[in-house]
């Protein structure tokens, strides 16, 4: 669903991202492919066209970053599939330090 975390799966790997849904030269191909573990937003969609369900995404950056269409996959199986949000956590004082602080206050 839009708002939606995904990731090219392994059967994704190099997915194409498009300037539109469809496959007609009006949506023109962009670069470059996407890798497998590509993570990204659903932005937009779903559009049902040429045969595929397309979704808007913007990529994540850290591997590629892209803002464009992308099919979710075929017959054979999917090329994007639901994820879960990345932890990034704080790093946590060790408790000999929180220990050591205790008697300065």
Avoid: C
């Avoid at 994704?12 to 962009?30: I, W």
């Amino acid at each position: 669903a839009v708002g939606g975390l995904a990731m090219v799966s392994l059967d994704g790997d190099n997915l194409r991202v498009r300037s539109l849904p469809g496959t007609t030269d009006d949506a023109t191909k962009l670069r470059p492919l996407l890798p497998a573990g590509t993570r990204m937003l659903l932005v937009g969609g779903p559009v049902e066209l040429d045969g595929y369900r397309w979704w808007e995404v913007q990529t994540d950056g850290e591997l590629v970053d892209l803002f464009g269409w992308v099919a979710d996959g075929d017959e054979d199986g999917p090329w994007i599939a639901p994820t879960a949000p990345r932890w990034h956590r704080k790093p946590r004082r060790s408790l000999r330090s929180a220990e050591s602080s205790v008697g300065r206050r």
